[in-house]
C-alpha cells in the first residue's frame, strides 16, 4: 500500500513536513477479512484535530501512524463471507491506498449514491451533521433567521437549504465573491455574506435584520464575534465546528468569555455543542430523505476533487484556509 502518515506534530499551522508518504506491504487476508482498494479519499477539518496530542473526544493519531480518513473503496480480495470481490464499500480506512478490513465501521453503498462521492460529502458524515444538528438542536420555524459559515462547503451547504425548506430565511457567509455568488445563486441562500470583507460584522447586521434566530457555528474567531450581539432572545446556537481556530491562532489572545456568557445568560440563549456520531441513528431517516431532496432538485451539492494521494497534504492545508470550493475529496488512482 501507498500512505501518507503523520511524520511529526504541527506546531500551529499545518506544513508539508508533518506529513511522510511511504510504501508499505500488507500481511495476506486472514479468514473473516477482504483486502479494500482506494477509489476516494475525503478531506475533512476534523483531521487537524487527531494531529495534535492533547485530550479530544478521539484519540491523537500517533507519530508516524496513518493518517486518518474515511475512504471510499472497492471489495478487491475477501475471505468475509458478508464482502464480495467488487463490492463499494466507505469507512474510516485512513490515507491510503490499500487496507485490510473485518467489516468494522464500515458501510456498502448501493446505487443511491451518485456520484459515489456523496457518500463522504452531502450523503455521509457531513451530510448527517447538518441534518440532525440543525433538526435536533437547532428547530428551525418559518420565518426565523437561520446563519451558518462556510456556506459553500458540505456542511454549511445542506445546513442553508435544509433551514429554507423548514421556511427559514437562510444567512450564509462565505470567502471571497466567486463562493458568496455560488451561495446566492446556486444553493439559494436569502442573503450572502462576505467573511473577508473589512465590513464584515456591519455586512452581516444588515443581513439580518430581524436578528438570528440560530447560529450554526463551524468557524469561531471573528465570524462568532459578528454573530454574538445579533443573537435574539431565545436562539439556539449547535456549536458543530470551530475551524478559525484549528491552527491554534484566532480568537485566543482576547478572553471574551464573560461578553459572551452576559450575552446567553440574558437573551436565554441556548448553547450546544455536538459531535455527529450521537446522531448515527438517524442516518437512515437522513439518507432516505436528503437523497429524495436531492432528486426532487430542491438540495444542490458541489464537490472538489484534487487528484492523487500525494497530493492529500496540500489539499489538506488548502481547506483549513478556505481554498477548497465544495466538499473536498481526493481521487486515488
Ligand atoms: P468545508 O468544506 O466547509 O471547509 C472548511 C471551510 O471553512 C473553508 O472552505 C472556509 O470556507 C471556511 N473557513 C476556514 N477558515 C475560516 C476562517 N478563519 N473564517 C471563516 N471561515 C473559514 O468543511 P466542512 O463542511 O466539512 O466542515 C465545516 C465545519 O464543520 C468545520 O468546522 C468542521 O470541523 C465541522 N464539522 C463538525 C462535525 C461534528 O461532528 N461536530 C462533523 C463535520 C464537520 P470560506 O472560504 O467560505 O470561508
Not at 496513518?66 to 485512513?94: C, D, K, N, Q, Y
Not at 478490513?101 to 448501493?110: A, E, H, N, R
Not at 449514491?113 to 420555524?141: N, R
Request: charged share 20%.
Amino acid at each position: 500500500t501507498h500512505r501518507i502518515v503523520l511524520a511529526e506534530r504541527p506546531q500551529g499551522a499545518v506544513t508539508p513536513a508533518n506529513f511522510r508518504a511511504e510504501d508499505a506491504a500488507l500481511p495476506p487476508i486472514g479468514d473473516g477479512q477482504f483486502l479494500v482498494g482506494a477509489n476516494y479519499l475525503s478531506l475533512d477539518p476534523y483531521m487537524r484535530g487527531r494531529m495534535d496530542d492533547r485530550k479530544s473526544y478521539a484519540a491523537p493519531t500517533p507519530v508516524g501512524g496513518v493518517m486518518e480518513g474515511e475512504i471510499i473503496g472497492t471489495v478487491l480480495e475477501s475471505r468475509h463471507p458478508g464482502f464480495s470481490v467488487g463490492e463499494r464499500v466507505a469507512g474510516r480506512l485512513g490515507w491510503q491506498t490499500h487496507a485490510i478490513s473485518d467489516g468494522t465501521g464500515l458501510v456498502k453503498l448501493d446505487d443511491r449514491f451518485k456520484p459515489i462521492t456523496t457518500a463522504v460529502g452531502v450523503l455521509g458524515m457531513p451530510g448527517l451533521t447538518a441534518y440532525s444538528g440543525l433538526l435536533t438542536l437547532g428547530k428551525p420555524q418559518p420565518g426565523e433567521t437561520v446563519v451558518v459559515a462556510a456556506a459553500t462547503g458540505p456542511v454549511g451547504s445542506l445546513v442553508g437549504q435544509i433551514a429554507r425548506l423548514y421556511g427559514a430565511r437562510a444567512v450564509g457567509i462565505a470567502g471571497g465573491a466567486e463562493k458568496c455568488a455560488y451561495a446566492k445563486q446556486e444553493l439559494g441562500f436569502d442573503a450572502v455574506v462576505d467573511h473577508r470583507s473589512p465590513t464584515f460584522a456591519d455586512d452581516l447586521a444588515a443581513a439580518c435584520p430581524d436578528g438570528i434566530d440560530i447560529n450554526f457555528e463551524l468557524v469561531g474567531g471573528a465570524v462568532w464575534q459578528a454573530v454574538l450581539p445579533l443573537l435574539n432572545n431565545f436562539a439556539r446556537v449547535p456549536v458543530c465546528g470551530l475551524i478559525a481556530q484549528y491552527n491554534g491562532s484566532s480568537g485566543e489572545q482576547v478572553d471574551h468569555l464573560p461578553a459572551a456568557m452576559r450575552i446567553i445568560l440574558s437573551r436565554s440563549i441556548m448553547m450546544r455543542g455536538f459531535i455527529v456520531g450521537e446522531f448515527w441513528d438517524q442516518r437512515p431517516k437522513f439518507l432516505d430523505e436528503v437523497s429524495q431532496w436531492i432528486s426532487e432538485g430542491k438540495i444542490r451539492f458541489r464537490e472538489d476533487i484534487v487528484e492523487g494521494l500525494d497530493n492529500a497534504p496540500a489539499a489538506f492545508m488548502g481547506l483549513l484556509e478556505g481554498r477548497n470550493f465544495g466538499k473536498l475529496v481526493v481521487k486515488i488512482d
